[in-house]
Each structure stands twice: as structure tokens, then as C-alpha cells.
């Protein structure tokens, strides 16, 4: 199998590649692409690429219908990098709630003055703030990096309030049981004194943060945004910021206006930027290849639904991705039974307009047969993994 890098991965992750495995500068003749932030937009797809793996959570670089339509599918890493993003929210918290960057731009102006420790003494309550103990925080969206936070806050002693409608089971078990559950995003607005958004970027949130969801909001509040940087409207955030409706806005995603804008804390995209988190996610994006390419199995996909028959211990085992219409079962089974292939143990899964299966027979189909399954409306690609 070949891969290739659109981007430096880190050596923790390439370095989990067997002697079944080779790096290759060609892309178009590689079975995988492992990729980080560059953009895949304009490329052309090989048909010899089966799978894209994004060593991070955002796929906006990626054509994700483009490749599902091609039978490419398309991994992410989430919660590889929660820690660091974490991390980074908490320090933007104390960033906002103390004026440390004010006060450390004093001390550069002032590094030639004699007496600076006397002057300190005088100036420094300029740059006084507050504690965060004791204080309200209301965490939008509970997923990896929500959950952490959450929980993060409330070992700070903060008093910590979670919204989530689409919470998982999953996350839902690693939530503090002190992280209280509100029932509307709205009540998170007008209770909380910081509020910290952890959404992916949709149609249905792009600008939540927006004139109407700031006019609910407690004044003094902080908002903070390390999510996607259009899950706030830059426009509303100044005039709030301006009239004292929000004390600060902290963003992981700088751009002219908001870095022109007073009160606004910026920070050059630094939420994953971390050697932990670059290595954490090399290695759960290689993972995730070697996964799919050797057993069929899909995990993390954002293009086509999970899938685990772990590893295929019978004679063969192969990968139809196909439509997600109706018949299509019946079609594939039966097409295998007219070639005389028994299937020893199948599973079919579907996400939207696609779907997986994955079979595992009792002996290995011929060319003949593969041709058959290929020929069916709505199946996109025929793999034979083993």
C-alpha cells in the first residue's frame, strides 16, 4: 500500500507503518492520503485513492461529497487534540478575566525605567481583574473539547453549565457529575458570565453568536471561540464589545476585523498547536488508514457511516460502498448466491445519501463475480480487502 503526505505528519504516526506500507511523493498513485490543513479542493482524485485521513477535526480543506461520490472515504481525528484546545480555552479565560496582556505590554513599554519595581506599585492597578472561582460558565456543544473544558471549570471551582442536544451517550458518561444541564441554549446566555462555544460549523450555527443570542447575555459576559471562527458575527461582537455589553472576546481566529477591534483578545490559531496534539493525531489518523485499507473497518469517517467487523479471520472479506437505496442488500447477496459465494457474515450500515457493506465469504470471489457486484445501480466501488 502506498500513502502519501499532503503535509508533514508527524513521525509518531508514519513511524506505525509496517513493511506493508510505503510513503510515495506521487499522489495519484497512492492508495491514501494523510493530510493536515492543506486543500484537497482542486485536486484531482486518483482512482487509485480509497481513503483520506485529516490528522485533525475540521475537514473544511477536504471535497467530502466529492469523495464519497468516488467511493473515497474520509477520516478525522476527533478529540486528539482536546487537550490542547482545552488548555488554551482555560488560559484564554484568565487572559480575560485578568489583564495580564495589558500588563505584561506595560512592563515592554517601561523595561527601561530604573524604577520599575516602585512603578509597578503605582501602575498596576490599572491592570486589576477578578478570580474565575465561583463563576458561571456555560459550555456550547459537549463533545471532546466541551467535555474537557467542562470538566476542566468545574475543578477550577467554577460553577459550570453544559448544552448539548445532541449529546452522545459516550460523552455524555465523561461529563462531570457537577456540569448542570440546561435545557436552551438561550438560558446560557442570560445566567452565565463566560460562555464558551464548541460547535462544528453549520448552516444552522454559522453566526449563532450573533446581535440577537448577545442582547440575552448577562452584561460584563466573556465570550470565548476556539470552535470555527464565522460561529460568531464579528459585526454584532463590536458593538457589544463597544457598548460594555461583552467585557471580552477572546478568538483563536484573528482576521481584520477582529483584530481592530478594542477588547478583543486574538490569538494566531494555536487551539491544537501543540507537539502532544500534532503527534496524538498523526497517530490516530494512520490508525484509522491502516484500519480501513487492511480490515474494512471505518471509524471516525465524516462521509460514510461506521463500521467494525474487526479482523477477517474467514477466506475472504470485501467492501461494497454503494447509494443508500432501497434493494440494494438483496441485489449484492443475491448476486453473490448466483456465483455460488457464501457469505459467512456481513454487516450494512448507512449515513444520508451513502452506505457500507462489508462481507466476509468462504471463498474469494472471482473476477467475474466483482464485475457483477460493480455493474449494480448505485454501487460506487467494489474492494476486495483480503
Known sequence: MRLHCLNPISKYGTELLGDKYELTDKVEEAQGILVRSASMHEMELSKNLLAVARAGAGVNNIPLDTCAEAGVVVFNTPGANANGVKELVLAGMLLAARDIVGGVQWCQANKGDENIAKSVEKSKKAFAGHEIKGKKLGVIGLGAI?????????????????YDPFISVNAAWRLSRAVKHSTSVESIYSECDY????????????????????????????????????????????????????HRYVTDFPDPKSVNTEKVIAIPHLGASTEESEDNCAVMAVQEMMDYLENGNIKNSVNYPSCDMGICTGASRIAVLHENIPNMIGQITGTLASQGVNISDMTNKSRDKFAYTLLDLD????????????????????????
Open 146 to 162: 466541551g467535555a474537557e473544558v467542562a470538566n476542566a471549570a468545574v475543578a477550577l471551582g467554577m460553577e459550570v453549565y453544559g
Open 195 to 246: 460562555i464558551t462555544v464548541h460547535v462544528p460549523l453549520l448552516d444552522a450555527t454559522k453566526k449563532m453568536i450573533g446581535k440577537d443570542a448577545l442582547e440575552l447575555m448577562k452584561d460584563g459576559v466573556v465570550v470565548l471561540n476556539f470552535a470555527r471562527a464565522l460561529l460568531v458575527d464579528d459585526d454584532a461582537m463590536a458593538e457589544a464589545l463597544a457598548s460594555g455589553k461583552v
Open 363 to 386: 471463498g474469494a470471489p472471482d473476477e467475474e463475480t466483482l464485475e457483477k457486484l460493480g455493474q449494480i445501480r448505485g454501487v460506487i466501488r467494489v474492494r476486495v480487502v483480503k
